[in-house]
Antibody, heavy 121, light 110 residues
Framework: QLQLQESGPGLVKPSETLSLTCAVSGGSISSRDYYWGWIRQAPGKGLEWIGSVDYSGSTYYNPSLKSRVTISVGTSKKQFSLKLSSVTAADTAVYYC?????????????WGQGTMVTVSS | QSALTQPRSVSGSPGQSVTISCTGTSSDVGGHYYVSWYQQHPGKAPKLMIYDVSERPSGVPDRFSGSKSGSTASLTISGLQAEDEADYYCCSYAGSYTWVFGGGTKLTVL
């Protein structure tokens, strides 16, 4: 069974770049049938789609974050990464990585456990 | 791309039914059949409950059902149980390989 696991610093200073990685176990990013995404949830708030990447490395971003976001696939196809630049306190959130199934369930069917990132000096 | 609109909270007694609405636009909910619903318990990751408006993944009880009319999708939970108390989020494809979530609804089982 495929599993996702986020990792990265839990504390980032304002104006710096937030960097997270999502490790894929029990499968890989090679299939055309899925998109691999990042979703965040600020404390006490709702879910916000940040962006997604497909097996070929094509990326798709939330228009409101597009200027600051970079998502990429690792060379081993066993991980993908998120970079969010020029962070502020508003970027404090739990960050989830998730798989979007484009053929069977047309939904984010598998999620990581999430990692809390706090932006503070 | 604006968040889909959900009621902040709904409640019901055990055994009753509740419906949570999710209102979008013709660019998202109204224009596509890719609406999904997620259940989130405190401190946990979201769990897929409904996809393609009304389909249930294996393992999800048939007490959970979904529907859509125009730009509003709905999640209905019948035969409420204590463990259904959670936050629920809708999500819709919004075109050009982008997705948008709702603001979330807190379900309280009285």
């Amino acid at each position: 069974q495929l599993q996702l696991q986020e990792s990265g610093p839990g504390l980032v200073k304002p104006s710096e770049t937030l960097s997270l990685t999502c490790a894929v176990s029990g499968g890989s990013i090679s299939s055309r049938d899925y998109y691999w995404g990042w979703i965040r949830q600020a404390p006490g708030k709702g879910l916000e789609w940040i962006g997604s990447v497909d097996y070929s490395g094509s990326t798709y971003y939330n228009p409101s974050l597009k200027s600051r976001v970079t998502i990429s696939v690792g060379t081993s196809k066993k991980q993908f990464s998120l970079k969010l630049s020029s962070v502020t306190a508003a970027d404090t959130a739990v960050y989830y990585c998730a798989r979007y199934s484009d053929t069977s369930e047309d939904a984010f069917d598998i999620w990581g456990q999430g990692t809390m990132v706090t932006v503070s000096s | 791309q604006s968040a889909l609109t959900q009621p902040r909270s709904v409640s019901g007694s055990p055994g009753q039914s509740v419906t949570i609405s999710c209102t979008g636009t013709s660019s998202d909910v109204g224009g596509h059949y890719y609406v999904s619903w997620y259940q989130q318990h405190p401190g946990k990751a979201p769990k897929l409950m409904i996809y393609d408006v009304s389909e249930r993944p294996s393992g999800v009880p048939d007490r959970f059902s979904g529907s859509k009319s125009g730009s509003t999708a709905s999640l209905t939970i019948s035969g409420l149980q204590a463990e259904d108390e959670a936050d629920y989020y809708c999500c819709s494809y919004a075109g050009s390989y982008t997705w948008v979530f709702g603001g979330g609804t807190k379900l309280t089982v009285l």
